[in-house]
C-alpha cells in the first residue's frame, strides 16, 4: 500500500542529504512504484509552455514524452486543473495509449500551494481495471504536495 508520509520523509532526508530536484524526482517516481503491485507504469510530467514533458518513469517505455494542454487523460488534467482517477480507460474518447495492457489511469497534479501554478503531474496506470483507490489518490496527494512545495522553493 502507498505511504504518501513515507515517500516524503524519505524525499525530504533526501534533500537535506543534497539531492537535486530531478534526483528527488526520480526517487519519488521510485518508491511511489514500488509500493504496489498495481501499479504498472509510474512517471512524472513537467508543464512547459502549453506542452507536459516526461521527465522519468518506471515501467515500459512510451512513445508520448510530449503530450499537449487538453490531449489525453494527462493534458485534460491540465486543462481542467483537477485530478483525474479514471477507472477504465476504454471508456473515453481522449485517451492516449502508452501501453495497450492498460486498463485505468490516474494523474495528480503537482501545483504550488498559494498561487496554484501546476508544474506538473504524477501519472500511473495500472493493468488492472478500477486500480486506484480513494487511499491512492490521498497518498498522492500527499506526495504531489511536497513536489509542488520543492518546485516552489528551487524554481
Ligand atoms: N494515457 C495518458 C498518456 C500518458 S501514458 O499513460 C504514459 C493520457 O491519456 O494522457
Known amino acids: 500500500m502507498l505511504d504518501g508520509a513515507a515517500v516524503v520523509a524519505q524525499l525530504v532526508a533526501r534533500r537535506s542529504a543534497g539531492a537535486d530536484r530531478d534526483t528527488l524526482l526520480r526517487a519519488a517516481v521510485e518508491q511511489i512504484d514500488s509500493a504496489s503491485e498495481r501499479f504498472d507504469w509510474v512517471g512524472v510530467y513537467l508543464l512547459d509552455d502549453g506542452w507536459l514533458t516526461l521527465h522519468n518513469f518506471v515501467g515500459e517505455a512510451t512513445e508520448h514524452t510530449r503530450i499537449a494542454v487538453g490531449q489525453g487523460v494527462c493534458g485534460t ?73 520543492l518546485f516552489s522553493a528551487t524554481i
Do not use: M
Open 77 to 149: 488534467a491540465v486543462a481542467e486543473n483537477r485530478d483525474i482517477n479514471v477507472p477504465d480507460v476504454r471508456a473515453l474518447d481522449n485517451y492516449i495509449a502508452c501501453s495497450l495492457g492498460t486498463r485505468s489511469e490516474i494523474v495528480v497534479l503537482i501545483r504550488d500551494g498559494g498561487s496554484g501554478r501546476i508544474f506538473g503531474q504524477l501519472d500511473l496506470d495500472s493493468d488492472q481495471q478500477d486500480a486506484f483507490t480513494k487511499s491512492d489518490e490521498i497518498e498522492l496527494r500527499r506526495v504531489a504536495d511536497w513536489l509542488g512545495e
